[in-house]
T-cell receptor, first 113, second 116 residues
């Protein structure tokens, strides 16, 4: 089955800096890669996703890149703000993981004012 | 359009009791997924169901855990004879009935189970 590795486990940045979180996956047939933000005690919320037919997607301060050959994808947050502080999870689905999401271990992002 | 609903939001059980967690998917969604999140860990897939069918239960413990999604009513995750290690947040997610390999899953607020 699919295995997703996520790094770093914690990330601390100053307000206004950029933050980058990286994930690798094992199943070359996976074709859907969402990123979720989870605040303490809350539900995971989708912030951006990318499908295997594109290499990059942007939504305001958030962007995701996908390298299918290397089987890795990254989340980029620019101009970080304190309200970006949360746990971020990457995930993969498709291929042998039809339907279900396989999540990375999570990254605790702290943005210092 | 109401989102994914889960109840109860918090559930306290003593060791050996049963826990029943309910999930109502978004309107029009016929696929339900259950995930477990242990304290300070990521989400782990448990089971994927469609109406009256279990599609993938590869993440479910072999004993004490069962899930159903009947023709009418919510999906139920049932844990029999709970142990302290079952304490976790249990999230339900739903997706619409078309291509499954690239659809957003919408998560419910979760049920936080505490086993005393």
């Amino acid at each position: 089955g699919e295995n997703v590795e996520q790094h770093p486990s914690t990330l601390s940045v100053q307000e206004g800096d950029s933050a980058v979180i990286k994930c690798t996956y094992s199943d070359s047939a996976s074709n859907y890669f969402p990123w979720y933000k989870q605040e303490l005690g809350k539900r995971p919320q989708l912030i951006i996703d990318i499908r295997s037919n594109v290499g990059e997607k942007k939504d305001q301060r958030i962007a995701v890149t996908l390298n299918k050959t290397a089987k890795h994808f990254s989340l980029h947050i620019t101009e970080t703000q304190p309200e970006d502080s949360a746990v971020y999870f990457c995930a993969a689905s498709g291929g042998t993981s039809y339907g279900k999401l396989t999540f990375g271990q999570g990254t605790i992002l702290t943005v210092h004012p | 359009n109401a989102g994914v609903m889960q109840n109860p939001r918090h559930l306290v059980r003593r060791r050996g009791q049963e826990a029943r967690l309910r999930c109502s998917p978004m309107k029009g969604h016929s696929h339900v997924y259950w995930y477990r999140q242990l304290p300070e860990e990521g989400l782990k897939f448990m089971v994927y169901l469609q109406k009256e069918n279990i599609i993938d239960e590869s993440g479910m413990p072999k004993e004490r855990f069962s899930a159903e999604f009947p023709k009418e009513g919510p999906s139920i995750l049932r844990i029999q004879q709970v142990v302290r290690g079952d304490s976790a947040a249990y999230f339900c997610a739903s997706s619409p009935p078309w291509r499954l390999d690239d659809n957003e899953q919408f998560f419910g607020p979760g049920t936080r189970l505490t086993v005393l």
